[in-house]
T-cell receptor, first 114, second 111 residues
């Protein structure tokens, strides 16, 4: 199994749909993250979990709902999204809360909201 | 609002030349500095990190940090076409999980 895997890789949904993005890490890390990457914008941190506990929520709209059942799995539940939410959603993991800054990213889930 | 600024490019250099990528940051309390490389259609990967003022070398890559000027750079010597990618500068504060990323500089190495 590769380090951080994300599914689905591509997702198209209407504004009234409910869908979920899934992330799994096989690296034994204890911190997991959701980032949003939009064209011509910096990577935006959305949520951070450390040992399954949410430690950061960067003013993300409630239509995005994270879930972290254990240190290896992370979900992002999506509902009533807007077209401007179309982006690449990247999951990442890291070893600890130290400042090593080494994030291991998954390949991303490309989301299109119609 | 913490900000990290990068020239979006594209920066074009001939094969074998030195590519110089620059980054400035707004938070004077920033402590750790990172360069990630992102190939088109792929996810970012860490290539360098630096914590102290001065230079840090790793193979063909050199990271340079000047905290007084709030400036960090990445030099790529003997640039190769395989170095063509977007380079993301990222900065974090003490004890923080949060990396603030720049928009990235697109580098194109011309054979």
């Amino acid at each position: 199994e590769t380090g951080v895997t994300q599914t689905p890789r591509h997702l198209v949904m209407g504004m009234t749909n409910k869908k979920s993005l899934k992330c799994e890490q096989h690296l034994g890390h204890n911190a997991m993250y959701w980032y949003k990457q939009s064209a011509k914008k910096p990577l935006e941190l959305m949520f951070v979990y450390n040992f399954k506990e949410q430690t950061e929520n960067n003013s993300v709209p409630s239509r995005f709902s994270p879930e972290c059942p254990n240190s290896s799995h992370l979900f992002l539940h999506l509902h009533t999204l807007q077209p401007e939410d179309s982006a690449l959603y990247l999951c990442a993991s890291s070893q600890d809360r130290g400042n090593t800054g080494e994030l291991f990213f998954g390949e991303g889930s490309r989301l299109t909201v119609l | 609002q913490k900000e990290v600024e990068q020239n979006s490019g594209p920066l074009s250099v001939p094969e074998g030349a030195i590519a110089s990528l620059n980054c400035t940051y707004s938070d004077r309390g920033s402590q750790s500095f990172f360069w990630y490389r992102q190939y088109s259609g792929k996810s970012p990967e860490l290539i360098m990190f630096i914590y102290s003022n001065g230079d840090k070398e790793d193979g063909r890559f050199t990271a340079q940090l000047n905290k007084a000027s709030q400036y960090v750079s990445l030099l790529i010597r003997d640039s190769q076409p395989s170095d063509s990618a977007t380079y993301l500068c990222a900065v974090s504060g003490a004890g923080s999980y949060q990396l603030t990323f720049g928009k990235g500089t697109k580098l194109s190495v011309i054979p």
